[in-house]
């Protein structure tokens, strides 16, 4: 009875360490099958370091998550990331992802060129008028950024009729992301412009606002592609001659914009 009892005893420890070790191969399985279903990621940091794994979380703007191949699992602030490249299950280059990198805060310059539509028929032409900007300026925050700028506006060519805008500025991202929508606000005083070739013998300015909306395209820390739409207020006063005839003209111009160009 005794060795009946052993017996029995032992058979029932065999089949409890074989449950175990079944379970075990199981569990080990499993993780290695969830690890399959993880992104092979190759992370390159700014300042060269490089760690490599699987892409257990990211939230951009944020942080990312890796499991290394030792497997602890990384957090890492992706203002520290430079590049995620991306590997097949035969760790072969998939593509790779540039990460944000836009300068949220410090000096920026933005140079535009763009079209001012008159919201209004003009019976002799000229519609459609031709703008070009810069701004220099400081981003304080990515919400907040103040500056300075100047350009010119051709709000009638045939008539040359010219407005150069000296005016602040205030801008302000919407997303912490790659790309990124934004607004711009300009108000300032605009300087008409004689043009004798044209018959302006005078011009007097007056007050310019202009606030837009607009689409950054790229986070990068160096050169940004963007686009604006907006409406462009400006007073200006002419006085054409023509032989001894002269005329007075007093405008307030109302008319769209659209620009596009390149933020530094």
Partial sequence: MKREAYSFRKWRCLKCLTLLLLLGVGINASAQEGEGKLSSVVVKLNKGGIITGYLVKFEPGHALWVKTERGDTMRIDDMWVRKIQYLDSN?????????YAFKERGVYHAS???LTPSTAAI????????????V????HNRWLGTGIGSGIEFYHVDRGEMVVPIFGEIRGYFLKDWSTPY???RGGYG?????EEADIFDAGGGWMFNPSFGWRLSGKKGMNLFMDLGVQFQEAS???RSGSERSNVEIFYKRLNVRMGFLF
């Avoid at 019976?123 to 703008?131: A, I, K």
């Avoid at 220099?136 to 981003?139: D, E, I, K, S």
């Avoid at 300087?191 to 043009?195: D, R």
């Fill in 91 to 99: 760790k072969r280059f998939q593509k790779s992802r540039h990460m």
């Fill in 183 to 185: 607004f711009t606000i």
């Fill in 238 to 240: 002419y006085e054409f």
């Fill in 123 to 134: 019976e002799d032409g000229g519609l459609t008028g031709v703008s070009l900007s810069t």
């Fill in 112 to 114: 535009s060129v763009g």
């Fill in 136 to 139: 220099f300026g400081y981003q």
């Fill in 191 to 195: 300087l008409a412009i004689k043009n």
